[in-house]
């Protein structure tokens, strides 16, 4: 058991919660040029960097992350491996593997590197995986050797780099990723700023504010007391279409800004594509489709994939092949169950790749989760009969049926 393991353990985790919490809390800030302070934590209470977060987490969660070996006709599932159970299944005794890989993902979106500790059993192979809060790691060289200082409450400790799993995200260095918040801290303290002023708005009623004339001169703590009077009466959805009374010749006078002239809606709506920017993240993908059609929706979720999803899973497979493999083992996420079209398009895809010869029926089966059929009938590749050989077969002899 190494120096993490003795860290995190069950009772060091409950004393660390609390203290964890409150660390999170005060994250540094950055401020913006509408007033906003924005952080890493803070910037989720913004509906669109919660959802890009949470797509990408949560999709890159689910896909299955297995072990091949390489061989000589290609690759096989490595089921055995002693690394299998740890990605494919729970990659420590306190959690599953989805919820390690959106934990990788959530710390990459928000801090761009994720850091778990790698811990290895006495025949010096890897044994688990243990996440850390990326604020609390600072990479360092020391004697021109790469380490990790990482901050607990009992003081910093040094991990040698080999002993770390860091993901990055995009980074100057190869060394370092870059935070996306702090890259989209003025967008995102903007998006911020329009969903406070909505609330305001909303709370007073949706209607701006005003002021009230009063024909003489009130004292300080009388025009206090009235003011404060008007808006125990009036402010608030709640209080909305209430009458009000006024005397001594005081009239109301509505000021402010209407919002159609701010533009407020506008503005709510432009941040939320400016941060989908960010993160590389289709519209839909959020629950904004008003730029969505029936004829392009499914080609934005083909897009979807190979644009934003697979560069994070070569990302995600490099590093785990850096640090955890050697010889001719590899992990590799599968893919193809997201790129999958519906019932109709795959079944004449199918059909296109067993007409032509590069697909078997237990091909088709593995590829739809299904068992392959029994007694190696599945095995079998057709080619059509009126096809003839290019390089070296008799001129003009056809290829026979390979089903008979």
Not at 164 to 175: E, Q, R, S, V
Not at 268 to 283: G, T, W
Request: glycine share 8%; aromatic share 10%; hydrophobic share 40%.
């Amino acid at each position: 058991m190494n120096w993490l393991t003795k860290v995190f353990n069950r009772k060091g985790r409950k004393m660390m919660s609390m203290q964890q919490f409150f660390a999170d809390v005060f994250l540094p800030m950055h401020e913006t040029q509408s007033g906003v302070l924005v952080n890493e934590r803070l910037s989720l209470n913004l509906s669109a960097v919660y959802a890009c977060t949470q797509v990408l987490a949560q999709t890159i969660g689910s896909l299955p992350l297995v072990i091949y070996q390489r061989t000589a006709d290609g690759k096989s599932r490595a089921a055995t491996h002693p690394l299998y159970r740890i990605l494919h299944d729970s990659p420590n005794r306190e959690m599953t593997s989805m919820a390690w890989r959106q934990a990788i993902m959530l710390h990459l979106c928000l801090w761009g590197n994720h850091y778990s500790e790698i811990e290895f059993d006495s025949d010096g192979n890897p044994a688990a995986l243990w996440p850390i809060t990326p604020w609390r790691v600072t990479l360092k060289r020391i004697d021109g050797q790469l380490v990790y200082a990482v901050a607990l409450d009992s003081g910093v400790v040094t991990v040698p780099f080999r002993r770390m799993l860091h993901i990055k995200g995009l980074t100057y260095d190869g060394l370092l990723g870059l935070s996306p918040v702090r890259a989209a801290h003025e967008t995102i303290g903007l998006g911020i700023g329009a969903q406070k002023y909505a609330a305001k708005f909303f709370a007073n009623d949706a209607r701006p504010g005003g002021v009230l004339e009063h024909p003489g001169q009130l004292s300080d703590e009388a025009a206090a007391r009235l003011r404060k009077s008007f808006e125990r009466t009036h402010e608030g959805l709640d209080n909305k279409f209430r009458v009000s009374v006024l005397e001594e010749g005081m009239k109301y006078a509505a000021v402010g800004v209407p919002p159609e002239d701010a533009q407020l809606l506008e503005t709510r709506k432009y941040s939320v594509s400016e941060i989908a920017r960010y993160f590389r993240m289709p519209l839909h993908k959020i629950s904004d489709l008003e730029r969505s059609t029936n004829n392009n929706i499914e080609q934005q979720a083909i897009e979807f994939i190979t644009d934003t999803i697979r560069p994070w899973l070569v990302n995600i497979e490099q590093e785990l092949s850096f640090k955890l493999f050697s010889g001719d083992y590899f992990p590799e996420f599968i893919i193809e169950g997201l790129l999958r079209g519906d019932i109709k398009a795959r079944y004449e895809a199918y059909a296109i790749g067993r007409q032509w010869g590069w697909l078997s029926a237990d091909d088709i089966r593995e590829r739809e989760n299904m068992n392959k059929l029994p007694d190696g009938q599945g095995g079998q590749y057709l080619v059509p009969l009126n096809m003839t050989s290019g390089n070296g077969g008799t001129n003009g002899q056809a290829i026979q049926n390979t089903a008979d």
